[in-house]
Every structure is written in structure tokens, then in C-alpha cells.
């Protein structure tokens, strides 16, 4: 299931997603629990992988699923504020090049709203490894990629399985 994934290179992984309506949910839930079973089939093959953009597998909505073994939660039209000044440096990975790691500066701490599946908003304030994750995830939804947020032309490091 993992070749759905699509890779660095594809102008898909570029582009802006569109928000969902609360129409669309249900006709989008046997792909949102595609992402989740993808985040997991990751794990098992690259002993990484905690969530998932839906433009990852060409689906171009505000999705991202976070499947972790504490967590599992669909987060839908998500909108990140109130960013830190507070900056963690960290070599970031994506499910779109696997064996590829990018040195990336990101926020310590956001705040996340959004909606799930059911509609039901949230609040989050994110910190640290859970507030990397989100802003990864949520420059998918943008058309950005780690690779566009390297801090300079030394920060990328070639990881095998």
C-alpha cells in the first residue's frame, strides 16, 4: 500500500489544498482511513511515521491524519497560530522521501484548530515534537515541502533502510 504514497518530484505535492465542507466528510472517510492504515503499514516498514497529509496520496483537501500509538485523530481544515519565538532545530523526515532527512528550524510551540470527522472543533496548543509535526503536516496542505525548509545547502543527509 505504501507505493499510493507520492514521492518527491510530483507537482501534486506543490499545490494548495482546498478546505472541506462539512458535505464532503463522509464520501472522503474511506480515504482518511486509507491515510491512517498508510501511516501505520510506514511504521512497520521504516520504523518512523506519525502522520500523513492527504495530498500525499494526490487527495488536494486539508486533511492530516495523526496516527501514533498514544493518538489517533483525523484533523480536518486545520489553522496553525500563535507561533513561538522559541526555535527547535531538527532533522525532519516525510513519508514523500523516505530515505531522505532535511535539517529544518521550526517553532517550538503553535496552536492548531480544526475539526475532526464528526465536525467537532478543537483547540490544541502544540509543543515541541508534537508542534514540529503539525507545522510539517500542515506545509504539506500549502504545497511546502522540509526540502524548501532546509536551513542550507549542507542539511541533507541520505538515510537507508
Known sequence: MLEK???LGDPRLYEICEEVSYNEVATLLPQINELHQLVLDFRKTYNAGRAIAAPQIGLMKRIICLNTP????????????DYSKEMIELWDDCMSFPNLHVRVKRHFSCTMNFVDEHWESHTWLLENDLSELMQHEFDHLNGI???????DNASF???GV
Do not use: G
Open 5 to 7: 504514497i507520492i514521492k
Open 70 to 81: 498514544q493518538q489517533k485523530q483525523t484533523i480536518i481544515n486545520p489553522v496553525l497560530t
Open 145 to 151: 515541502l522540509a526540502t524548501q525548509r532546509a536551513i
Open 157 to 159: 543527509k541520505y538515510v
